[in-house]
């Protein structure tokens, strides 16, 4: 079993940067492709970034963040980062990250394990 904590979330100001973290354990990291997701009020859950396994040579990323947004992995600390630029008063939701061992899952958003999330609030 892998259990994700996420971390990093807060109150910023648009055009500011925030960086993200998911720590994993319960399972040998680097085996487990990552992924992004948030949650906006009153809206679905979607797919915001994705790294693959191992040494993350694949990301892939929403349309709606690319070039602001950068996913990467650490698989000595077990955990993984968004740094976010150039915040937009839309980016403002609750940030969960994922994980398995197939990275289509991870994109699709059926990846088995999921942590609690923590919450981005974009102010003007």
């Known amino acids: 079993q892998v259990q994700l904590a996420e971390s990093g979330g807060g109150l910023v100001q648009a055009g500011e940067s925030l960086t993200l973290s998911c720590a994993a354990s319960g399972g040998t990291f680097s085996s487990y492709a990552m992924g992004w997701f948030r949650q906006a009020p009153g809206k679905e859950r979607e797919f915001v970034a994705s790294?693959?396994?191992?040494?993350?040579?694949?990301?892939l990323y929403a349309d709606s963040v690319k070039g602001r947004f950068t996913i990467s992995r650490d698989n000595v600390r077990n955990t993984m980062y968004l740094q976010m630029n150039s915040l937009k008063l839309e980016d403002t939701a609750v940030y969960y990250c994922?994980?398995?061992?197939?990275?289509?899952?991870?994109?699709?958003?059926?990846?088995?394990?999921w942590g609690q999330g923590t919450l981005v609030t974009v102010s003007s």
């Open positions: 994922n994980a398995d061992p197939i990275l289509h899952s991870v994109v699709v958003g059926t990846a088995n394990y």
């Open positions: 790294i693959s396994r191992n040494t993350g040579g694949s990301t």
